[in-house]
């Protein structure tokens, strides 16, 4: 692809992207998200023709993971050193916040050469996207009292409202299969509940497609059992989405009704939100029993559910019956990962080479987050990359 | 401010820094504190006006934490990674160390293509400087003999006799406050014990600032309750150094008399010598037991003194009721991180900014610490970096 | 030395190295090896004159790590360092691979913008060398596919049969020693087992010695007591390469026998492999109990051989009474790290700093590998860096 041109299409807009965090993208206007794809496609293909993108000659990207990861952790690290930045990992077990340390005050003591940090804190209803904002004040702070020389933009690898990394990711991946935005007007997309024999999986993926898909006139269905309900307000965000965008947006009961004539699938397990405020507060106290009994409840619940598998029957009901499917991974795949899970081997197996490549989205999107929050005009900044034309592998 | 100007201000002496460890401030001379303090200055003035001061392309800077760490793990890697090093992280745990390994091997084996190593060891009196000697005598038979490339430099990052990279960074801070060293003469500084709930905290903070100040002819008091001691070698290199550089030196036991008329204070708790002494032996002994009961009669004892808290009716008794106050961080803040603490929490509040100030500094202490000892002549090599003029971050 | 000398060695033949993972030396031709060796040596040579071979701007090396390492993940982190990569450790504990995710899925997962993946996996014999096939074919099918820009190359770090790593730096160690590969011709080098007081120490050292220096022309016997064999696949492989190559290998049951007029001598013990395969189906059904009494039955065995020590007595039987020892280290010495061991204590000294340098050869080695895999021409990019003459340090 010719880079110079992709370059061109990038509208010079103020985006409102520049040194703001990326914490939700319904915080985001339509043309702040249209600018991180491209420049995400951008980067990719600089990496792609051996052009090196890097812009920082130093500096930290500090990451702190409260819940396991390894594509996002791995993404976040290939994207700051792609652009020259060392990751930096605050293992909150290794540090002396443990002393009763603030935020305020940690999130400065680890920013002094940072240019920025990526936060997933996915476990608590409620105060995943609270923390990530109270380190944002804490670095306005001391940005504005010239502690800090920079304000390190913070990323949201993963909060109890949204996947902004993920969703934005899939979004990409929808833009290259249709061709582009545009031809994703009115194409059916299902993000349905599927059955796991695990518990407590967050919310942020069903939750942040929904928020997302709904800013580009498609056709949501949201599909889960009856109890397996979403945030409500942020189904209410999608609801408002769709309205603007010209786009529908549905909830139904059941996944075989959903799955008729759609052009995208994406079936995915999650706890309900009622469960996720129980066990929050179980968490909070520290109560082992009670997360216990409440995990055998929930087990019990989720599986009079086992027919919410993606499946053969399921995919024959949608478009051509080949509805692109899509999953964050790693999914339960039935006979694979787990006896019975969100998908039967066979069809995972058809599309699972297209969901190693939206995932592989995911190190560049991370990417034009920091690229576009840190530069005002980075049309000009990606030029001056094409024309330096450093190469990534000298050969 | 002018990089050049500053740059010209470094004397061109021999300043003893080359090529040797920084292991001990009272092991430096007067000239060698002051060029670490320039440098410092210089390549924080360069960070901040975008020049990029790498002067390596590659080469690995270890680290070995024998004890929790957030503001010096951060700031160590951001050193290294400022002047073009990466931080290796010598985790114990997972390395073969248990099998008996000898320390002249292990420093040997992670050295091969390393510049420099890290060590904070604080948790045995008598053993965390003793290692980094022996560490250091390793390297140096190892380059002898042409195992090593290079010797690399050791950067003590808290020992159980001293905190340099602490010590430095809070002189630096007093430099910028008060305007220069010069003008540090004859202010009174207190460095006074506190209250704190927690037990077994190390000497090496208010040894290494009584080690320090006393350099430059400040009116050091020591303060603390009765009992309280710390290394008596290091009081009396302190009192010697007070002699020496027309300062002075004096203990009291109390905080209210040690505060009159001061013009800093730096009240923080730490755990009696000659506990310390006993700690060890029980640690050593791995009687746990012991360990307990200690803690117990030590909080007991600690529990005295509650009113050694700097607060309002403190503050009113310095200098015009305004004494500067620094603390290492974090500090036990009543009310805040505690219960009962260090300090009042109206009093941290006003001055938080300025520690974390304090703080800021010790990332580019330490990036002058491995400036001096690589370089012979740091003076040149800082010249040709600002001609050579590389931006940190491209725009 | 030359460096353009050195370039200028090696031959513009087709090595069969080029996007080819390193798992066993056996699978690599003859002019392989030798390209490899003499890759590591003008890096290093590079290294030391201070010319930077830094060929990649940015890029991922992921290191997996399934047992402990000090050495290997040191070298490993020093040769991707070198060349310009950054080392991001793919920690199991800390990833989502407990939600059973598949060997092909986290293959790619980590590899979007990676360019090595270094494996270390020894404990279960007939899995690690198999893992690393899983992992690489799993690489194959993404980057055919396009999920993968590039095919990241694997360096086997260590399995149940081989370790290249080590046994290409021992290798290395006595082209220098004795001149050239060429002076090997006809050595006899002694690869003995020896007693320590551990248990369940993996096979692969031994065996990647006996499978490579027997390519060379050398006189090898393998020693061990009667019951510690090691995997006969590889034994006769390393009959075989003798045979090839006009060498000897034979099999003896004393130490002493074996070391009469012994060029070198690598005493180090291992546990037998009948006893490794008891081992990995006792760690595989997770029989803790069974594990303990296995344990002490071996601990027991080891027992009768506390003679199989290389101390004075043996030396004096070698060639002048100064055979070269070696040694992939931590050895076990006596009266060092533990009461009676592999090696005497004085006998140990006497040749440490050699270990040391033998250990010193393994970042340049590993460094080697991965500039071969990613290289189809090495010559040209070698010349090119040497007349880019950019420098490692600046000064």
Redesign the interface.
């Known amino acids: 692809m010719d880079i110079k041109k992709l370059i061109d299409e990038v509208e010079q807009i103020n985006s409102g992207l520049y040194q703001k965090d990326f914490l939700l993208t319904w915080e985001k206007s339509e043309s702040a998200l249209r600018r991180v794809l491209q420049v995400a496609d951008i980067l990719r293909e600089m ?2 023709q051996n052009i ?1 993108p ?7 990207a ?1 990451s702190i ?1 409260r819940d ?4 996002t ?3 976040y ?2 994207a700051a ?2 652009l ?1 930045l ?3 990992d ?1 293992d909150e077990q ?9 935020v305020r ?2 999130a ?3 920013s ?4 920025f940090i990526g936060i997933r804190d996915d476990m608590f209803l409620g105060e995943g996207n609270k923390y990530m904002r109270e380190v944002g004040e804490a670095l306005d ?2 940005f504005a ?5 920079v304000r390190p933009g913070i990323v949201n690898l993963q909060c109890d409202m949204d996947h902004p990394t993920q969703a934005m990711a899939d979004l990409l991946h929808l833009k290259h299969e249709f061709g582009s935005l545009e031809n994703l007007r009115g194409k059916k997309l299902v993000m349905s509940w599927a059955y796991s024999p ?1 518990y407590g999986k967050p919310l942020s993926v069903p939750q942040g497609i929904i928020g997302l898909m709904s800013r580009f006139g498609m056709d949501i269905t949201l599909a889960y059992p009856e109890g397996y309900e979403l945030i409500p307000e942020i189904v209410d965000i999608a609801k408002h989405n769709a309205r603007n965008s010209g786009g529908n947006f549905k909830i139904v009961n059941s996944m075989k009704d959903a799955v008729q004539g759609a052009d995208i699938v994406y079936p995915k397990s999650w706890a309900p939100f009622h469960i996720m405020q129980e066990r929050t507060k179980l968490l909070k106290a520290g109560d082992k029993q009670g997360l216990d009994a409440l995990e055998q409840t929930c087990l019990a619940e989720n599986a009079k559910y086992k027919d919410w598998e993606y499946n053969e029957n399921m995919q024959k009901l949608t478009k051509d019956k080949d509805a692109l499917y899509m999953h964050c ?2 999914a ?1 795949i039935s006979g ?3 006896k019975e899970g969100e998908v039967a081997g066979k069809t995972f197996e058809q599309y699972r ?1 297209k969901t ?2 939206e ?2 989205f ?2 560049y999107i991370i990417a034009a987050m920091m690229f576009t929050n ?2 005002e005009y980075p049309v000009q ?1 990606l030029k ?2 094409l024309e330096r034309a ?6």
Request: glycine share 8%; proline share 4%; with cysteine.
């Open positions: 990496r792609m090196s890097k812009v920082f000659d130093s500096g930290l500090v993971f396991n990861s390894t594509r952790r791995f993404s690290a290939s050193n792609l020259g060392e990751v930096q605050m290794k540090s002396q916040i443990a002393h009763g340390e603030t005050e940690t400065n003591m680890i002094f050469l940072t240019d702070d001391g009292k010239g502690v800090l020389p695990s991974l790693p339960d694979v990962s787990c080479i190693y490549h995932a592989g995911k190190p840190r530069f900044v001056s990359i450093n190469k990534r592998v000298l050969y």
